[in-house]
């Protein structure tokens, strides 16, 4: 299917009997609300076309056998291309880049009427005149099985999806970008295979069906299950890497934006079209009945059309055309604290993950809601030694006074020295969540040091410059903190003396680590 934005309409082609009481075996329009004729222009095209182009303001047909161009008012047919007879199934996609027409499928040559043949290697380009290689050697797409089912133009470059091993004399699997010169592989030249399957020996099977542009990024779908060595049933190039994404769904025919959804026709699971939001799949009202194959996926005024081999939706008819009128999709995202249910539509949730609803409005229309949520687990523990608490947690601490009931201003991080004997405890805060320790008793100015050991004297206290410590120990570290505990500076040193001058006038906590483990723990004032 193509977009006609000139006639605002889209033309559908393939091999059928007509639409509605418009009869057609290869080309009909549709503008929305009825069909539309294309005089019956068919016969000519090989039983049936592969693809359309909007091209210089005609239409490009692609078929088995041929090539042409279609100028719909006057209802002239040029015969562009012609593939060999022997070539099946010929031409499969079409696409324009740098002003030309490039046409790609399963072929080994193409000429124009009256012309030479081209050796192509299923893709070729038209320059208005005649039919050239992509590269300087001929050789195209190739390998075993070779064929080619969708191109796509993205940041410069044409995109190549399908079955092949080799694009010119580069190790491609499946998929390779032409910058109008050059073919490159999408894995760094490293020889890992692009698209491929599990075990490997199943690797001539693995295919690219759909290419698309998706948010600036680029999109493959198809039959594998890992790119360039990424386990994956989807992926998408942002020009530098693939990005593997968690899409439980494997062999899918067709990618599509739709408003803000994107969409994605699948073979492998019922019911065959979804709604994917980066996490999880939604299946689309009630989809389709198995076995289907989506040919073509479309945007049109605001409406998703899908053409096929496809009989039924639920108990609905089809024939071969369907069309998909947006539901309303509503995204929220919510937390809980661990312990805590949120209520989704009448369900309690207690557990992180993707559920999903539908709700219908007063008039019949779908509204589906997308819930992610949230759970957020605050773990804490506290312990003492000597006269200082450690707390630890997955957040931010905060230190509580248990005999006052207080939070204790300015008293935060994994340490405290309280000046004053009391039980204190710890909060851990963590995404608006919050868990506790139990409270634990604190003897103010409490060391492990012993006998005489246990001995430091400070001075001169109260101190204005300078302040020295007098131990039978060696200094290794020396800690000073204010009187709710919090570090104003530390030093490591080998002299017993520490400089106080900076320090505004109050009551201080001091904190001496000697080198053999011991602390010791004591007050000065600074005038």
Not at 52 to 79: N, P, R
Not at 84 to 110: H, K, M, R, W
Not at 217 to 236: E, Q, R
Not at 351 to 377: E, K, R, W
Request: proline share 3%; with cysteine; charged share 15%.
């Amino acid at each position: 299917m193509v977009v006609d934005t000139l006639r605002d309409l889209i033309w559908l082609q393939g091999f059928f009997a007509g639409g509605d009481t418009i009869q057609s075996s290869n080309l009909i329009g549709y503008n929305g609300a009825s069909f539309i004729t294309a005089n019956n222009i068919d016969t000519t095209f090989g039983n049936n076309t592969t693809d359309l182009l909007m091209y210089q303001g005609k239409i490009i047909f692609s078929s088995k056998y041929s090539v042409y161009s279609y100028d719909v008012d006057s209802q002239h047919i040029t015969l562009l291309g012609i593939f060999p007879t022997s070539s099946y199934p010929g031409g499969l996609c079409l696409s324009e880049y740098n002003g030309d027409l490039i046409v790609a499928g399963q072929f080994f040559a193409i000429k124009k009427p009256g012309g030479l043949w081209v050796t192509t290697g299923s893709i070729a380009r038209w320059d208005g005149n005649d039919w050239h290689t992509m590269d300087a050697a001929g050789l195209g797409l190739w390998g075993s099985g070779t064929i080619v089912h969708k191109m796509q133009v993205y940041n410069s470059k044409l995109f190549v999806g399908g079955n092949f091993q080799k694009a010119g004399n580069i190790d491609a699997w499946g998929i390779a970008s032409w910058d109008g010169s050059n073919w490159a592989c999408l894995c760094n030249g490293t020889g890992r295979y692009g698209i491929a399957h599990e075990p490997p020996s199943q690797n001539w099977n693995a295919t690219i069906s759909d290419i698309e542009v998706i948010n600036e990024k680029l999109y493959i779908v198809g039959n594998f299950d890992s790119v360039c060595n990424i386990k994956t049933y989807l992926a998408y190039w942002n020009d530098t890497f693939w990005v593997g994404n968690i899409y439980p769904y494997y062999f899918n025919y067709k990618i599509k934006s739709f408003g803000s959804h994107i969409v994605i026709t699948s073979g492998d699971a019922l019911p065959q079209i979804f709604y994917w939001n980066g996490i999880s799949p939604i299946g689309v009202d009630s989809g389709f009945s198995s076995g289907n194959t989506f040919l073509s996926l479309i945007n049109f005024h605001d409406t998703l059309y899908a053409a096929g081999y496809m009989q039924y939706s639920g108990n609905t008819p089809l024939f071969n055309f369907a069309r998909l009128v947006p539901d309303s999709l509503i995204n929220i995202s919510a937390g809980i604290c661990s312990g805590e249910s949120y209520n989704f539509n009448g369900v309690l949730l207690d557990s992180a993950g993707v559920y999903t609803d539908t709700l219908i409005d007063a008039s019949g229309l779908d509204s589906i809601v997308v819930l992610t949520l949230n759970v957020t687990s605050v773990t804490s523990s506290i312990s003492i030694s000597n006269d200082t608490i450690t707390a630890t947690g997955n957040g931010i601490i905060q230190w509580y006074d248990c005999d006052s009931h207080q939070i204790i201003v300015g008293a935060a991080g994994n340490t405290f020295v309280p000046s004053v004997s009391g039980n204190y405890a710890a909060i851990v805060s963590n995404n608006n969540c919050a868990d506790t320790t139990n409270c634990i008793n604190v003897i103010a100015g409490v060391s492990n040091l012993s006998g005489e050991n246990r001995q430091i004297k400070i001075y001169p206290n109260p101190a204005s410059e300078k302040l020295t410590i007098s131990s039978k120990q060696s200094e290794e570290k020396i800690v000073v903190m204010d009187i709710t505990g919090r570090m104003v500076f530390q030093a490591s040193t080998n002299t017993p003396e520490i400089d106080v001058s900076s320090l505004a006038s109050g009551m201080y906590l001091l904190r001496v680590e000697f080198r053999n483990g011991d602390i010791a723990v004591g007050k000065f004032v600074k005038e």
